[in-house]
């Protein structure tokens, strides 16, 4: 299994990115979320989404940070509106297997990681 994120820039404060995340190889079953981590800071999980397609967000980026998928493409997005300079980090994808009330969330248990992409908003 390999993931592979796209998507990253520069953008202005209250500007908008669509992340994706390519995933190459099957996974039966599985959850998707994305990571991101600031310099210095902890690694943070900013959204997830299950094999029943419930969706989970940090409270930092909710209302704001879409998750969604298309599996006829094995990708993963996210869209990330109003963005702002705090939300500047390094956006990792990951993956895992997973089933209905069981499974990895925003805060660990996930065995597959991609690459990143890094996402700079500037004010």
Known sequence: VRLVESGGGSVQSGGSLRLSCQLFGYIDSKCMAWFRQA???EREGVATVDSDG?????????????????NAKSTTYLQMDSLKPEDTAMYYCAAERCSTGWGPDLYGGWSYWGQGTQVTVSS
């Open 39 to 41: 310099p210095g800071e």
């Open 54 to 70: 419930q969706t989970d967000y940090a409270d930092s980026v909710r209302g704001r940070f879409t998750i969604s998928q298309d």
